[in-house]
């Protein structure tokens, strides 16, 4: 069974740090295009970045840039997002999704087949 299981998230205040991982099971990542993904209440899932199932192709959203890196472990079928310096406005359940595929990474959330659960993120002091 194809699974994503994100983990990581939890409560920080502005100006700090957290490590996502989007975990995989009954499959390898190596040949899947991944995207972190997030949704705030009351709002549309938001693109945040992704990464080719090479590495060698990244992409984030203009509201991340600086702060958010994306990185992937295939010996650990893992696949990571380091946010920095975060802000309240990035209060939002945060979704790892999986697609098939090589090429250069994109963010649209129809793209993608696999989806996690999604991991809360809270940013306050």
């Known amino acids: 069974q194809v699974q994503l299981v994100e983990s990581g998230g939890g409560l920080v205040q502005p100006g700090g740090s957290l490590r996502l991982s989007c975990a995989a099971s009954?499959?390898?990542?190596?040949?899947?295009?991944i995207g972190w993904f997030r949704q705030a209440p009351g709002k549309e899932r938001e693109g945040v970045s992704c990464?080719?199932?090479?590495?060698?192709?990244?992409r984030y959203a203009d509201s991340v840039k600086g702060r958010f890196t994306i990185s992937r472990d295939n010996a650990k079928n893992t696949v990571y997002l380091q946010i920095n310096s975060l802000k309240p406005e990035d209060t939002a359940v945060y979704y790892c999704?999986?697609?098939?595929?090589?090429?250069?990474?994109?963010?649209?959330?129809?793209?993608?087949?696999?989806w996690g659960q999604g991991t809360q993120v809270t940013v306050s002091s």
């Open positions: 999704a999986a697609v098939r595929g090589g090429g250069l990474c994109v963010l649209y959330p129809i793209l993608f087949a696999s």
């Open positions: 990464i080719s199932s090479s590495a060698g192709s990244t």
């Open positions: 009954g499959f390898t990542l190596d040949y899947y295009m």
